[in-house]
């Protein structure tokens, strides 16, 4: 479709219709140290040759030859080209809200389809046709506890992804949500003492996430007697959703809120991914949007990225799934064996992972790691500028997508950079 810009005397009538006389009118609720009164510093005009060699140069900018051990609620799996195929079909790629009656039919098998995975992998029995991401999901799941509850305290754990929190925080400022952190244990598990301490008649929602930020896979059944003895609602958090090809569904949850990015999604510079709700069947009612009786304002259908999980989910089949999830824990495992073996590297917390895990340098992360990239590896996430009373504490990844090369590579490097002297 092209793009038809209006004329002046469509715009004139336009702002006669709003009842405003000028466009600085419209827009005169603006402050105006926020105007732009000045044409954006952009290089150009360029022809579309031009244009290309531009981006193409740009391009070449990018780091190659480097290994991650990144993730931290974005992950690098294997992605197959089919996937792509698919999703690159103009009835797919261009519908953002599509009328043709033959295509609504196709998108609305492929939502279905999508929605009954999300069931299959959660335990749970209804689920969403996929929301902005994995953070807007788990604020829409404290939501969805208050309206049922009728109650405003919401308890989370604080090895709960910290973007995730924020997110939540920011929802609570506006909406009268009460948030209290429960801080982590010893084990890196939620604190279980102070869990129960915290359960009170007035508590709408308690939020985990497993496996947990710091890689920890929580006792989401232990944890579920507590809180439904107190009339709240359990709801978990899943950054990882390949971890569901080796753990057991959190099917003791009430709601689970899970970022689906890991189901066929490169991680892209940070998006955009796919968010799910899953819930009990008796809360389907929650999830609806309905015009004025909305529950909610995160409405965003990703339909294109739920469609890449559908088929990247489809062409694995529950084997493929699991034998991901089996190369995931063994690398990582290997990974931590080999890291261990270096001076002064211990692993931080001994509870059972997936495929992240955290190690504690004797120094800070952050010298460590710029060490590291100069040996082309990007190194595993600092923990210092998130929790405090971690910053020689790292957050180490690995996936099938990790060679057993690489993994040595990394640990050899590591070495490299603790002998240096400071």
């Known amino acids: 479709m092209r793009y038809l810009p209006k004329s002046p005397a469509e715009r004139r009538e336009m702002l006669s219709a709003i009842g405003a006389n000028s466009i600085d009118e ?13 044409a954006l510093k952009l290089p150009g005009p ?3 040759a031009e244009v290309i060699d531009y981006f193409k140069k740009r391009a070449s900018e990018n780091s190659v030859g480097y290994t991650s051990f990144l993730g931290a609620g974005v992950y690098n799996h294997l992605r197959s080209v089919i996937t792509d195929t698919i999703l690159l079909r103009g009835e797919f790629l261009t519908s953002y809200t599509p009328y043709q009656a033959e295509i609504t039919q196709g998108t609305l098998q492929a939502i279905f389809e999508f929605q009954t995975l999300m069931c299959q992998l959660t335990g749970q029995e209804v689920a969403n046709a996929s929301m902005y991401d994995g953070s ?24 709960l992804h910290p973007e995730y929190r924020d997110v939540l925080k920011s929802y609570a400022k506006h909406s009268g949500l009460l948030v209290e952190e429960i ?21 709408a929602a308690v939020i985990v ?3 947990n930020f710091f890689g920890v896979i929580e006792d989401v059944a232990e944890d579920a007697d507590a809180v439904h003895a107190a009339g709240a609602l359990l709801v978990v958090a899943v950054t990882e959703g390949v971890s569901l090809g080796a753990l057991k569904p959190p099917v003791e949850a009430d709601i689970v809120a899970m970022e689906g990015q890991s189901f066929g999604l490169a991680p892209s510079y940070g998006g955009p991914f796919v968010g799910v709700l899953a819930s009990r069947e008796k809360f389907v009612r929650q999830q609806h949007i309905r015009r004025e009786k909305a529950t909610s304002n995160i409405c965003t259908n990703q339909a294109l990225c739920a469609l890449a999980a559908t088929v990247h989910l489809t062409l694995l089949g529950k084997e493929g799934l699991r034998e991901m999830a089996h190369q995931n824990l063994s690398k990582a495992r290997f990974a931590l064996s080999e890291l261990e073996k270096i001076p002064g590297v211990k692993r931080k917390f001994d509870s059972p992972f997936f495929n992240e895990f955290t190690i504690d340098l004797p120094r800070s992360a952050r010298i460590v790691n710029a060490e590291l990239l100069k040996e082309k590896i990007v190194g595993p ?13 790292a957050l180490v990844c690995v996936t099938e997508t990790t060679s057993r090369a690489e993994i040595e590579q990394f640990a050899g490097a590591l070495r490299r950079a603790l002998e240096k002297p400071l």
């Open 46 to 48: 360029f022809s579309e």
């Open 209 to 211: 996430q497993s496996p």
């Open 381 to 393: 996430l600092s923990l210092g500028s998130l929790y405090p009373e971690l910053t020689k504490t």
């Open 136 to 159: 807007t999901a788990t604020t829409e799941a404290a939501l969805m506890a208050e309206r049922l509850t009728g109650r405003r305290r919401v308890l989370v754990a604080k090895s």
């Open 183 to 203: 801080p982590y244990a010893a084990s890196g598990m939620v604190d279980s003492k102070s869990l129960h301490a915290a359960l009170k008649d007035d508590v």
């Open 26 to 38: 419209l827009f005169e609720c603006i402050p105006e140290r926020y105007r732009l009164r000045e």
